[in-house]
């Protein structure tokens, strides 16, 4: 038996090496660096896979900011005064049930001019089917709204659908009989209530209904006082347009003015001013509008609105 160290061969023609020129910048890499490259390139794209996940979870409109609307636009658009009705998702249903109906009938399948009474009709059947016998009574002796039923010295349904900004509600109202200037208990038109409000859709429709815009309530302030306290400049200068007493006072002797002064809004005592309002007038206890200015103390707001009274022209237009 040969010996282990005489069969023995040299490596290279064993396995064939072929001898490789290696340049000093260029070297072969080892079996230890490729893996670890390897793991370090799996590595990172897990890394990436997690943040993409995340950024792929987090909302598409998170990114997106809009600034807020102060609300000191008017609101006075004729379109925005169509446009206060609320749809439930039932309804919304039904309009789209509605429409397709609509659609159906101009390709000809029913006429298009019976569709909306054919839904009006559909519908008035299947509520009297859902009613009790007592309340199918109760709607046969109201065909028409019966205010005295729908309503309370508190709860008058002018006033809580001006509040509501029902504008079309509130004609079916007026149509019926209503009169535009009923107050509640509190001596209250639908024109007080909606300027408190801040209705302004609803103060412009019905000023050109006929409303009247002198009404005082029970303790003398007319809608002129409200619309100043509540600091709506448009409204203040809307009632200006249709000819609303300036220098109005209440029970206690207050002026619109007075309530400016007190409010310390000096733009809307400025346009009361320049539009006729007597700065000279007194309260109860003998307070002008420019007593109640210096009555808040030493400030800036004091000066200004001092100022102001004192050299806008009394009684501009006397």
Same mark, same amino acid.
Request: proline share 5%; glycine share 4%.
């Given at each position: 038996?040969?010996? &282990?160290?005489?069969?023995?061969?040299?490596?290279?023609?064993? +396995?064939?090496? !072929?001898?490789?020129?290696?340049? $000093?910048?260029? !070297?072969?890499?080892? +079996? !230890?660096?490729?893996?670890?490259?390897?793991? /370090?390139s799996l590595s990172f794209c897990r890394l990436r896979s997690v943040e993409l996940s995340r950024v792929s979870s987090l909302p598409r409109n998170q990114a997106v900011w809009e600034a807020p609307d102060d609300g000191s636009g008017s609101d006075y658009d004729e379109d925005e005064e169509n446009d206060l009705? &609320?749809?439930?998702?039932?309804?919304?249903?039904?309009?789209?049930?509605?429409?397709?109906?609509?659609?159906?009938? &101009?390709? *000809?399948?029913? $006429?298009?001019?019976?569709?909306?009474? =054919?839904?009006?009709?559909? @519908?008035?059947?299947?509520?009297?089917? @859902? %009613?009790?016998?007592?309340?199918?009574?109760?709607?046969? =002796?109201?065909?028409?709204?019966?205010?005295?039923?729908?309503?309370?010295?508190?709860?008058?349904?002018?006033?809580?659908?001006?509040?509501? *900004?029902?504008?079309?509600?509130?004609?079916?109202?007026?149509?019926? *009989? %209503?009169?535009?200037?009923?107050?509640?208990?509190?001596?209250?038109?639908?024109?007080?209530?909606?300027?408190?409000?801040?209705?302004?859709?609803?103060?412009?429709?019905?000023?050109? /209904?006929?409303?009247?815009?002198?009404?005082?309530?029970?303790?003398?302030?007319?809608?002129?006082?409200?619309? #100043?306290?509540? *600091?709506?400049?448009?409204?203040?200068? %809307?009632?200006?347009?249709?000819?609303?007493?300036?220098?109005?006072?209440?029970?206690?002797?207050?002026?619109?003015?007075?309530?400016?002064? =007190?409010?310390?809004?000096?733009?809307?005592?400025? #346009?009361?001013?320049?539009?006729?309002?007597?700065?000279?007038?007194?309260? /109860?206890?003998?307070?002008?509008? @420019?007593? @109640?200015?210096?009555?808040?103390?030493?400030? +800036?707001?004091?000066?200004?609105?001092? /100022?102001?009274?004192?050299?806008?022209?009394?009684?501009?237009?006397?």
């Amino acid at each position: 038996m040969a010996s &282990f160290a005489s069969a023995t061969v040299p490596l290279k023609q064993i +396995f064939r090496i !072929s001898p490789t020129t290696t340049s $000093p910048s260029r !070297s072969i890499p080892s +079996f !230890s660096h490729s893996v670890s490259k390897s793991i /370090k390139s799996l590595s990172f794209c897990r890394l990436r896979s997690v943040e993409l996940s995340r950024v792929s979870s987090l909302p598409r409109n998170q990114a997106v900011w809009e600034a807020p609307d102060d609300g000191s636009g008017s609101d006075y658009d004729e379109d925005e005064e169509n446009d206060l009705d &609320f749809e439930s998702d039932w309804e919304e249903e039904e309009e789209g049930e509605r429409i397709s109906s609509d659609t159906a009938s &101009f390709h *000809g399948d029913k $006429p298009a001019a019976t569709t909306t009474e =054919q839904y009006e009709e559909d @519908l008035r059947k299947e509520i009297e089917q @859902l %009613l009790e016998p007592d309340e199918r009574d109760i709607l046969k =002796q109201n065909a028409t709204p019966n205010v005295d039923r729908i309503s309370t010295a508190k709860w008058n349904p002018l006033h809580s659908l001006a509040l509501a *900004g029902q504008i079309h509600h509130m004609d079916m109202l007026l149509e019926n *009989g %209503l009169h535009i200037d009923l107050v509640d208990k509190d001596g209250l038109t639908a024109l007080h209530t909606a300027i408190i409000g801040k209705k302004e859709p609803v103060i412009s429709h019905i000023l050109r /209904k006929g409303a009247n815009p002198n009404v005082a309530d029970r303790d003398g302030a007319s809608p002129l006082h409200y619309a #100043v306290q509540v *600091g709506a400049m448009q409204t203040v200068k %809307l009632l200006i347009k249709y000819n609303v007493d300036l220098n109005a006072a209440d029970k206690d002797g207050w002026t619109p003015l007075h309530i400016a002064i =007190q409010s310390r809004n000096r733009d809307i005592a400025k #346009v009361l001013l320049v539009n006729g309002a007597d700065k000279t007038r007194r309260n /109860k206890d003998g307070k002008t509008p @420019l007593d @109640l200015a210096l009555c808040y103390g030493k400030d +800036f707001k004091s000066y200004d609105l001092a /100022k102001l009274l004192k050299l806008v022209p009394a009684n501009r237009y006397m």
